[in-house]
């Protein structure tokens, strides 16, 4: 018997076997209620307009109206369904993806239904269901990005600020650091610790090959 309380649950994917198995698996949920099923992407869509259930079980891959089409007009038209996509699909790169795209939950075909109906619960309650895939996927796009920000600093033009131009240019002239110090009226140390530096910055492992490449570079001349 249905009441006020069950969760409206709806299922789209192209595969009636497979409708029916989910169906049957969430059957002895009474706090469930199946809405409706469809079989493609363009039937969901009419279904959803007549009939909005609160949990949309979706395959991506789908006749019409594909599950990455479909979450794009999903998220932009009926924000507050949770969107679980259930799909044959593991790879890391599909997985953040759609969780960017708004997908509450990302679910393989072979996951057992008591997970499912975990992740339903889970949605309704705190939004969105992190499993394995999910938490493995978005580390993945994390280093990404972290790899793609260090290429990308690393890529960037090495730069030298002023009192260290005229430092390499003392240098150059085979000047001490004692004498350095007195010119540009620093320590010793300092004058010692900002020329490490710079050959840490430039990754020379000698004040020659710090010389070098100011003056390949024209930092110098």
């Not at 699909?89 to 969780?99: A, E, G, R, V």
Request: aromatic content about 6%; charged content about 30%.
């Amino acid at each position: 018997m249905a009441n006020a309380n069950q969760i409206k649950i709806a299922i789209a994917d192209d595969h009636k076997i497979f409708r029916d198995g989910i169906k049957m698996a969430l059957s002895d949920k009474e706090n469930l209620k199946i809405l409706w099923e469809a079989e493609d992407g363009k039937d969901m869509m009419h279904k959803i307009s007549i009939k909005m259930p609160q949990v949309l079980l979706m395959d991506i891959r789908m006749p019409e109206i594909d599950g990455i089409n479909a979450i794009q007009i999903l998220r932009k038209e009926y924000e507050s369904i949770k969107i679980i996509v259930l799909t044959m699909y593991d790879d890391q790169q599909m997985i953040s993806k759609m969780m960017e795209m708004g997908a509450n939950a990302y679910l393989t075909k072979t996951t057992d239904p008591e997970e499912i109906y975990e992740a339903i619960l889970t949605c309704m309650n705190d939004d969105y269901y992190f499993n394995d895939l999910v938490n493995k996927a978005v580390m993945g796009k994390l280093m990404q990005k972290k790899n793609v920000r260090q290429h990308y600093a690393d890529s960037l033009p090495i730069t030298f600020n002023e009192k260290e131009i005229k430092i390499l240019q003392l240098l150059a002239e085979d000047k001490t650091t004692e004498e350095i110090s007195k010119i540009i009226f620093l320590s010793p140390r300092t004058i010692e610790t900002i020329r490490q530096n710079m050959k840490s910055k430039v990754n020379a492992k000698t004040i020659g090959g710090l010389i070098m490449y100011a003056m390949r570079n024209k930092i110098i001349e």
